[in-house]
């Protein structure tokens, strides 16, 4: 089965929760289902759509903070792909590049680290990329979304949730 993307009543993003979860919050009338994946959940006297994204009836105040600075943040952000050479890369192969080294005074921050390949980290070194000749696909910078989410789908994000996620470098 599949994950269900949870909304706030204002349509905003929450987080992505499991099929059970879904349909037990909508049998608790927690939740309105918006749309529905192409499967049936079957039990022994009932048989309904399988939800794809629900919606709170009541409105959850979230504070906002930024995503945290993590690896896999960096590597969902920057979709899986080196930075350098745009090679997809799995979670495991995929290594972190400070784009101005550490040796050179380059801090660990959203706008300092890419994702790279470790051929193309190797092949750069403790040098920048102007110094290695290297060229950076896209500048790095500080997600005002939670890339996580594309984590966990490695991009794949199921078509049914594309019309309520709005934020860049998913897709």
């Known amino acids: 089965m599949q994950s269900v993307l949870l909304l706030n009543t204002s349509f905003e993003p929450l ?9 037990t919050m909508f049998f608790m009338g927690k939740v309105e289902v918006l749309e529905e994946y192409d499967h049936d959940i079957r039990s022994v006297s009932l048989v309904i759509r399988a939800p794809a994204v629900v919606r709170l009836l009541r409105f959850v105040k979230i504070g906002r903070k930024a995503p945290p600075l993590c690896r896999s943040n960096i590597l969902a952000r920057d979709n899986f792909q080196c930075q350098y050479c745009a090679k997809e890369l ?5 290594t972190l590049d400070h ?5 050179q005074g380059g ?16 092949r750069k070194g403790g040098r920048t990329p102007q110094q290695a000749r290297m060229t950076l696909l896209s500048k790095p910078v ?10 966990k789908f490695h991009g794949k994000i199921p078509i049914v949730w594309r019309h309520f996620l709005t934020f860049e470098g998913t897709f």
């Open 15 to 23: 987080k992505v929760i499991s099929w059970q979860r879904a349909v």
């Open 90 to 94: 799995g979670a495991r192969e995929a």
């Open 99 to 103: 784009v101005l080294p550490r040796s």
């Open 107 to 122: 801090r660990t921050s959203w706008e300092n680290i890419v994702c790279c390949c470790s051929t193309c980290n190797r």
């Open 142 to 151: 500080k997600p005002d979304w939670l890339p996580v989410l594309n984590m």
